[in-house]
């Protein structure tokens, strides 16, 4: 079987195959087409650009596999769009995605995202929703990385205040034309966009409420003359639905976005509701079916999943040998093996934050560690740790600080809910160190946290209570490998071990 395919008509609800709709056999058959053109939508690939075995070791994802499987199965033709037009004259397929594209896995953070921004621009994208991520490494980055992908960034929500926002090109809305019938795609950020990323990134940015943009944002992609009108959210497709069905007079095709909990509607309105999957190991092919005279007629499509088995289409091989260059280099900068572990580590398992937490605390001889939950991004596999694993757990350019605090003050960063404290837990009577001494509010102790913390990143308020703090210098990630060879672990004396003796 070349994948895992849930076909849909009229309704796409995309939260995992054994969930999803099949056609409505009782619904009319689609008129007669004179036109079809297909949406090729993914989400928050993060840089994936190689293929991954999945829980059951069966290889899933990676870009030039999905690339192979556009070519194979709609007829895609890869290479830049410009000037909202295919790359060939008879393009009849059209790329889009919901952010969060290029930091995530090393092969492309490690690189500050322009491996996937490559890849990206070789596969054909058309555009892309504004997501929350697209700033990890900094506007600059971000504007060099836009250009080599060589698509917009759409976000009609986020509203440019001064000189340095509007120089990063974002655009609410961009239509594309194939074979004469043009589609109007509108993205929308999510107010994570500005308040999650590292201080100033944010600087001249305001976030607008989702009905007020599109208020804007559809009529103008009504007057450009659309046929048909795509919505792309980095935020939940059940935050957004609401919105849409309260606008019927927009004229909606479809909407996609993220899943968030698992739950959205089938349909807002007029338009379909479509999870594209994530790490390019999912997509939804859309089918928009068009009359004579250009009226949207019809909606259909199928939801992929993207196993790479034997009766699969080949990866693309130009692309392959390009993700291959770049493994050689990820490799050659990030192949030493500094460690191993006798299994699995999962992302949330408390071992990974005792992991990363201890490595900044040891490291700095701090009383403490403080992370966050969210900056780990992935498990770990089983068998040798290399400097690349470290980089695809983290890959957040965060740089290491020391800060002194007044107990009180530690413990209401300990209690943020986003916290992942080493050295320290909470007890019935409070917060005690490892020791098993209570905090005393009125000491001072030295916490050793991140920079985005610091800075009053998911809510935590640092910098106020220590304006001369120890900017160490020192990137997470580094901190983090020296300290694990330091451990010098083997297959018979692994990770998991050592972390119970810390």
Excluded at 271 to 278: E, I, K, S, T
């Amino acid at each position: 079987m070349i994948s895992r395919v849930c076909l849909f008509a009229s309704v796409i609800a995309l939260c995992g195959c054994p969930q999803r709709q099949a056609s409505n056999p009782d619904a009319a058959p689609p008129p007669s087409k004179d036109l079809e053109l297909t949406l090729l939508i993914t989400g928050a690939e993060n840089g994936y650009l190689l293929p991954n075995p999945d829980d059951q070791g069966i290889s899933r994802g990676g870009a030039a596999h999905l690339l192979g499987r556009w070519i194979a199965l709609h007829g895609h033709c890869p290479g830049a769009v410009t000037e909202g037009a295919g790359a060939c004259p008879s393009a009849k397929t059209l790329v889009i995605s919901t952010g969060d594209n290029g930091n995530g896995a090393s092969i492309s953070s490690y690189f500050r995202a322009v491996p996937a921004a490559e890849a990206m621009a070789y596969m054909g994208y058309a555009a892309s929703a504004f997501g929350n991520r697209e700033l990890d490494f900094g506007r600059q980055q971000f504007i060099a990385n836009a250009k080599k992908g060589g698509y917009p960034y759409l976000a009609a929500d986020l509203r440019a205040r001064d000189d340095g926002a509007k120089a990063m090109g974002l655009q609410p809305m961009k239509v594309f034309t194939r074979a004469g019938v043009k589609v109007a795609v509108i993205g929308l950020t999510s107010k994570k966009s500005i308040t999650t990323l590292m201080a100033g990134r944010s600087a001249g940015f305001e976030v607008l409420e989702d009905e007020a943009a599109l208020i804007q944002a559809v009529p103008a992609a009504q007057l450009a003359g659309a046929h048909a009108i795509v919505i792309l959210t980095d935020n939940c497709l059940a935050t957004l639905a609401p919105t849409v069905e309260k606008h019927p007079e927009w004229n909606a095709a479809v909407v996609a976005g993220r899943a968030c909990d698992g739950t959205f509607p089938e349909k807002a309105g007029t338009a379909v509701l479509a999870y594209p999957g994530r790490h390019f190991n999912d997509y939804v092919a859309v089918k928009l079916t068009f009359a004579a005279d250009k009226k949207l007629a019809h909606v259909s499509g199928e939801a992929f999943e993207v196993v790479n088995d034997a009766s699969a289409p080949p990866p693309e091989p130009q692309l392959a040998r390009a993700i291959a260059g770049w493994k050689a280099r990820r490799d050659a900068s990030l192949g030493e093996e500094i460690g191993a572990l006798r299994g699995k580590l999962e992302q949330t398992d408390p071992a990974m934050s005792a992991w990363l937490g201890r490595a900044i605390k040891e490291q700095t001889a701090s009383d403490f560690g403080l992370i966050n939950r969210k900056g780990m991004r992935q498990g770990l596999p089983a068998g040798k740790l290399t400097q690349s694993n470290v980089y695809d757990v983290i890959p957040f350019e965060n740089s290491v600080v020391v800060a002194t605090l007044k107990g009180v003050d530690l413990i209401k960063a300990f209690e943020n809910p986003e916290a992942r404290v080493i050295g320290a837990e909470k007890k019935a009577g409070g917060w005690v160190d490892a020791a098993g001494q209570k905090l005393d509010p009125a000491q001072k102790y030295k916490v050793a946290t991140l920079d985005y913390l610091y800075f009053g990143g998911d809510g935590f308020e640092i910098e106020s209570k220590d304006v001369g703090p120890n900017f160490t210098g020192m990137g997470w990630q580094t901190t983090v490998i020296e300290w694990t060879k330091k451990l010098g672990t083997t297959e018979l004396a692994p990770l998991e071990d050592a972390l119970k003796k810390h």
